[in-house]
Protein backbone atom coordinates (compact mmCIF):
# COMPACT_ATOMS: atom_id res chain seq x y z
CA UNK A 1 0.00 0.00 0.00
CA UNK A 2 1.04 3.40 -0.90
CA UNK A 3 2.27 5.63 2.53
CA UNK A 4 0.65 9.20 2.34
CA UNK A 5 1.91 10.57 5.84
CA UNK A 6 0.13 13.70 7.51
CA UNK A 7 1.34 15.65 10.34
CA UNK A 8 0.30 16.51 13.15
CA UNK A 9 -2.65 14.38 13.65
CA UNK A 10 -4.46 16.29 16.27
CA UNK A 11 -4.27 19.93 16.26
CA UNK A 12 -5.77 22.41 18.88
CA UNK A 13 -6.07 26.42 18.53
CA UNK A 14 -7.79 28.89 19.57
CA UNK A 15 -10.45 30.86 17.61
CA UNK A 16 -8.01 34.10 15.62
CA UNK A 17 -4.57 31.50 15.80
CA UNK A 18 -2.98 30.32 12.42
CA UNK A 19 -3.03 26.46 12.14
CA UNK A 20 -0.55 24.69 9.85
CA UNK A 21 -0.67 20.81 8.57
CA UNK A 22 1.72 18.70 6.59
CA UNK A 23 1.19 16.11 3.83
CA UNK A 24 4.10 13.92 2.34
CA UNK A 25 2.75 12.35 -0.63
CA UNK A 26 3.76 9.39 -1.72
CA UNK A 27 7.08 8.86 -3.95
CA UNK A 28 6.52 9.43 -7.57
CA UNK A 29 2.62 11.14 -7.31
CA UNK A 30 2.54 14.25 -9.13
CA UNK A 31 -0.69 14.92 -7.89
CA UNK A 32 -1.92 15.85 -4.36
CA UNK A 33 -5.42 16.84 -2.86
CA UNK A 34 -6.58 18.55 0.40
CA UNK A 35 -10.04 17.59 1.54
CA UNK A 36 -11.91 18.58 4.58
CA UNK A 37 -14.24 16.49 6.04
CA UNK A 38 -16.56 17.23 9.05
CA UNK A 39 -18.63 15.08 10.92
CA UNK A 40 -17.44 11.77 9.43
CA UNK A 41 -19.46 13.01 6.50
CA UNK A 42 -18.89 13.82 2.45
CA UNK A 43 -15.25 15.15 1.30
CA UNK A 44 -15.07 18.90 1.03
CA UNK A 45 -12.59 19.22 -2.32
CA UNK A 46 -10.00 22.19 -1.43
CA UNK A 47 -6.98 22.36 -3.36
CA UNK A 48 -5.23 20.39 -5.96
CA UNK A 49 -1.76 20.28 -7.21
CA UNK A 50 -0.17 19.15 -9.90
CA UNK A 51 3.80 18.61 -10.21
CA UNK A 52 3.65 21.72 -7.07
CA UNK A 53 1.15 23.87 -8.66
CA UNK A 54 -1.97 24.72 -7.54
CA UNK A 55 -4.61 24.05 -10.15
CA UNK A 56 -7.60 24.45 -8.76
CA UNK A 57 -9.18 25.44 -5.38
CA UNK A 58 -12.02 26.76 -3.65
CA UNK A 59 -12.69 30.29 -3.05
CA UNK A 60 -12.82 29.28 0.91
CA UNK A 61 -8.96 28.45 0.31
CA UNK A 62 -8.31 31.56 -1.99
CA UNK A 63 -9.51 33.38 1.28
CA UNK A 64 -8.33 32.20 3.97
CA UNK A 65 -5.91 29.54 3.39
CA UNK A 66 -2.51 28.95 2.23
CA UNK A 67 -1.19 25.96 1.02
CA UNK A 68 1.75 25.19 -1.35
CA UNK A 69 4.33 22.29 -2.06
CA UNK A 70 7.60 23.40 -1.75
CA UNK A 71 9.06 20.13 -2.97
CA UNK A 72 7.37 17.07 -4.93
CA UNK A 73 8.27 15.44 -0.94
CA UNK A 74 6.30 17.86 1.06
CA UNK A 75 2.63 19.68 1.27
CA UNK A 76 1.65 22.04 3.73
CA UNK A 77 -2.45 23.79 4.89
CA UNK A 78 -2.16 26.49 6.70
CA UNK A 79 -5.24 28.08 8.00
CA UNK A 80 -4.63 32.15 8.53
CA UNK A 81 -7.03 33.05 11.44
CA UNK A 82 -8.63 30.32 12.55
CA UNK A 83 -12.73 30.22 13.16
CA UNK A 84 -15.04 27.36 14.97
CA UNK A 85 -16.50 26.26 11.84
CA UNK A 86 -12.83 25.23 10.85
CA UNK A 87 -12.85 22.35 13.05
CA UNK A 88 -12.24 19.28 10.98
CA UNK A 89 -10.38 16.30 9.62
CA UNK A 90 -8.43 17.38 7.14
CA UNK A 91 -7.17 14.53 4.40
CA UNK A 92 -4.24 14.80 2.50
CA UNK A 93 -4.01 12.56 -1.02
CA UNK A 94 -1.89 12.02 -3.54
CA UNK A 95 -1.70 9.92 -6.49
CA UNK A 96 -0.49 9.66 -10.27
CA UNK A 97 -1.64 12.29 -12.20
CA UNK A 98 -3.94 10.12 -14.23
CA UNK A 99 -8.05 9.73 -14.02
CA UNK A 100 -7.70 5.95 -13.87
CA UNK A 101 -4.92 5.92 -10.86
CA UNK A 102 -6.14 5.75 -7.14
CA UNK A 103 -5.69 8.42 -4.56
CA UNK A 104 -4.26 7.50 -1.66
CA UNK A 105 -5.14 9.14 1.78
CA UNK A 106 -3.19 9.94 4.67
CA UNK A 107 -4.72 9.25 8.18
CA UNK A 108 -5.57 13.11 8.10
CA UNK A 109 -5.16 15.90 10.81
CA UNK A 110 -7.77 16.35 12.99
CA UNK A 111 -8.43 20.37 13.96
CA UNK A 112 -9.80 21.51 16.72
CA UNK A 113 -10.92 25.49 17.21
CA UNK A 114 -11.98 26.18 20.54
CA UNK B 1 -20.04 21.14 -13.29
CA UNK B 2 -20.00 17.84 -12.44
CA UNK B 3 -22.92 16.78 -9.65
CA UNK B 4 -22.31 13.40 -7.89
CA UNK B 5 -25.45 12.12 -5.78
CA UNK B 6 -25.63 8.77 -3.30
CA UNK B 7 -28.50 7.32 -1.81
CA UNK B 8 -29.55 5.89 0.13
CA UNK B 9 -27.51 8.51 3.15
CA UNK B 10 -27.75 5.73 5.39
CA UNK B 11 -28.59 1.98 5.71
CA UNK B 12 -28.24 -0.32 8.36
CA UNK B 13 -29.03 -4.23 7.05
CA UNK B 14 -28.72 -7.57 9.03
CA UNK B 15 -25.37 -9.49 8.57
CA UNK B 16 -25.52 -11.79 5.85
CA UNK B 17 -27.80 -9.49 3.86
CA UNK B 18 -27.10 -8.32 0.38
CA UNK B 19 -26.72 -4.56 0.22
CA UNK B 20 -26.82 -2.27 -2.73
CA UNK B 21 -25.46 1.51 -3.07
CA UNK B 22 -26.55 3.88 -5.60
CA UNK B 23 -24.38 6.91 -7.33
CA UNK B 24 -25.31 9.28 -10.49
CA UNK B 25 -23.80 11.37 -12.06
CA UNK B 26 -24.16 14.52 -14.35
CA UNK B 27 -21.98 14.61 -16.40
CA UNK B 28 -21.42 12.11 -19.67
CA UNK B 29 -18.36 12.59 -20.48
CA UNK B 30 -17.36 11.36 -17.01
CA UNK B 31 -14.51 8.26 -17.98
CA UNK B 32 -13.65 6.80 -14.13
CA UNK B 33 -15.67 5.37 -11.56
CA UNK B 34 -14.81 4.81 -7.73
CA UNK B 35 -15.91 3.46 -4.53
CA UNK B 36 -13.81 4.38 -1.37
CA UNK B 37 -14.76 2.82 1.38
CA UNK B 38 -13.74 4.95 5.31
CA UNK B 39 -13.82 3.15 8.51
CA UNK B 40 -14.83 4.86 11.21
CA UNK B 41 -11.38 7.08 12.19
CA UNK B 42 -9.55 5.80 9.41
CA UNK B 43 -8.27 7.34 5.85
CA UNK B 44 -10.72 6.58 3.18
CA UNK B 45 -9.47 3.41 0.71
CA UNK B 46 -10.25 2.63 -2.51
CA UNK B 47 -12.18 -0.05 -2.81
CA UNK B 48 -13.12 -0.99 -6.44
CA UNK B 49 -13.35 0.90 -9.89
CA UNK B 50 -14.57 0.67 -13.16
CA UNK B 51 -13.70 2.22 -16.29
CA UNK B 52 -16.90 0.72 -18.94
CA UNK B 53 -19.68 -0.25 -19.18
CA UNK B 54 -21.00 -3.42 -17.41
CA UNK B 55 -20.39 -5.30 -14.31
CA UNK B 56 -16.96 -5.79 -12.34
CA UNK B 57 -16.65 -8.87 -9.35
CA UNK B 58 -14.31 -9.17 -7.34
CA UNK B 59 -15.01 -10.99 -4.14
CA UNK B 60 -18.28 -9.65 -2.18
CA UNK B 61 -18.35 -6.65 -3.76
CA UNK B 62 -19.64 -6.42 -7.76
CA UNK B 63 -19.50 -2.27 -9.35
CA UNK B 64 -22.09 -1.87 -12.16
CA UNK B 65 -21.65 0.85 -14.75
CA UNK B 66 -24.22 2.12 -16.80
CA UNK B 67 -22.91 5.23 -18.55
CA UNK B 68 -26.18 5.88 -20.78
CA UNK B 69 -28.51 5.94 -17.24
CA UNK B 70 -25.46 8.20 -15.36
CA UNK B 71 -25.67 5.50 -12.85
CA UNK B 72 -23.10 3.15 -11.01
CA UNK B 73 -23.58 1.28 -7.93
CA UNK B 74 -21.87 -0.85 -5.40
CA UNK B 75 -23.52 -4.62 -4.45
CA UNK B 76 -22.27 -6.13 -1.08
CA UNK B 77 -23.16 -10.10 -1.32
CA UNK B 78 -23.52 -11.49 2.68
CA UNK B 79 -22.34 -8.31 4.20
CA UNK B 80 -20.26 -8.56 7.45
CA UNK B 81 -20.38 -6.17 10.18
CA UNK B 82 -16.59 -5.34 8.94
CA UNK B 83 -18.72 -4.04 5.84
CA UNK B 84 -20.08 -1.22 8.55
CA UNK B 85 -18.11 2.23 6.91
CA UNK B 86 -18.70 5.07 4.77
CA UNK B 87 -18.77 4.65 1.18
CA UNK B 88 -18.11 7.40 -0.71
CA UNK B 89 -18.69 7.41 -4.66
CA UNK B 90 -16.49 9.19 -6.80
CA UNK B 91 -16.13 9.80 -10.90
CA UNK B 92 -13.07 11.44 -13.06
CA UNK B 93 -12.91 12.81 -16.14
CA UNK B 94 -11.41 12.09 -19.32
CA UNK B 95 -7.56 13.13 -19.92
CA UNK B 96 -4.61 13.36 -17.46
CA UNK B 97 -6.48 15.16 -14.47
CA UNK B 98 -7.05 13.00 -11.34
CA UNK B 99 -9.46 15.14 -9.75
CA UNK B 100 -12.55 13.04 -7.93
CA UNK B 101 -15.71 14.20 -7.54
CA UNK B 102 -16.90 12.69 -4.50
CA UNK B 103 -20.67 12.03 -3.18
CA UNK B 104 -21.69 13.06 0.42
CA UNK B 105 -21.56 9.50 0.93
CA UNK B 106 -23.43 6.55 2.40
CA UNK B 107 -22.96 5.26 6.09
CA UNK B 108 -23.61 1.35 5.95
CA UNK B 109 -24.23 -0.24 9.53
CA UNK B 110 -24.46 -3.79 9.56
CA UNK B 111 -25.95 -5.76 12.52
CA UNK B 112 -25.11 -8.85 13.56
Known amino acids: DAAVTQKPRYLIKMKGQEAEMKCIPE?????VFWYQQKQSKELKFLIY????????QIDMVKERFSAVCPSSSLCSLGIRTCEAEDSALYLCSSTLDRGYAEQFFGPGTRLTVL | QQNVQQSPESLIVPEGARTSLNCTFS?????YFWWYRQHSGKAPKALM?????GEKEEGRFTIHLNKASLHFSLHIRDSQPSDSALYLC????????????FGKGTKLSVKS
Open chain 1, 49 to 56: FQNQQPLD
Open chain 2, 27 to 31: DSASQ
Open chain 2, 49 to 53: SIFSN
Open chain 2, 90 to 101: AVSMMGSNAKLT
Open chain 1, 27 to 31: KGHTA
